[in-house]
């Protein structure tokens, strides 16, 4: 058996899916928005964008649950950022704080956290009515937050990556 990778290995393997799944998101909605777009390829869209707020689901959760091993007990993502906001790392703990409730809106639908993040401003997370999403039984995400915005993966996974330098050097 081998080695299990690190935080930063498998935080690039899903840099490197997410890639994948932005020019296929990307490509995708070229089709779609050209002349005789399908339904097919609307339900291939959401297919794609679905697979996408996986990745950012699985990409934080595997942080936590490497990371966890910081702290004793209670809420990971909590500790942390009371952890980073005392050593003077204000803006990490936000950056970090602010994708902990947008994995949580992406898991959990609506409540608290979709709350918390309506009622602040933040360039990269932008949130779904419900209108705007479309309900499929088989999606395991709830589709609330807009994963396809420019930059989205790449800050979640710069975060990630400087607060696991944050932790293992502390």
């Given at each position: 058996m081998g080695a299990s990778q690190s935080v930063?290995?498998?935080v690039?393997?899903?840099r490197s899916n997410a890639?994948?799944?932005v020019d296929r998101i990307s490509d995708i909605e070229t089709i779609k928005n050209g002349p005789g777009g399908t339904d097919a390829q609307s339900a291939e869209l959401g297919a794609a964008i679905?697979?996408?707020e996986a990745g950012v689901v699985d990409t934080f959760s595997m942080f936590e649950a490497r990371m966890q091993h910081h702290f004793r007990r209670g809420p990971f993502s909590r500790k942390l950022t009371t952890k980073l906001s005392e050593a003077g790392e204000a803006d990490l703990a936000e950056r970090v704080h602010q994708f902990y409730l947008a994995v949580n809106v992406?898991?959990?639908g609506k409540g608290a956290s979709y709350r918390e993040l309506s009622s602040t401003s933040h360039?990269?997370?932008v949130l779904k009515s419900g209108e705007d999403v479309v309900v499929d039984a088989s999606r395991k995400t709830s589709g609330l937050v807009d994963v396809t915005v420019?930059?989205?993966f790449e800050?979640?996974?710069t975060t990630i990556i400087e607060a696991y330098q944050f932790l293992e050097n502390k």
């Open positions: 930063p290995e498998l690039e393997a899903a890639k994948l799944s679905a697979e996408l992406l898991k959990h360039s990269l997370i420019t930059g989205f800050a979640l996974s």
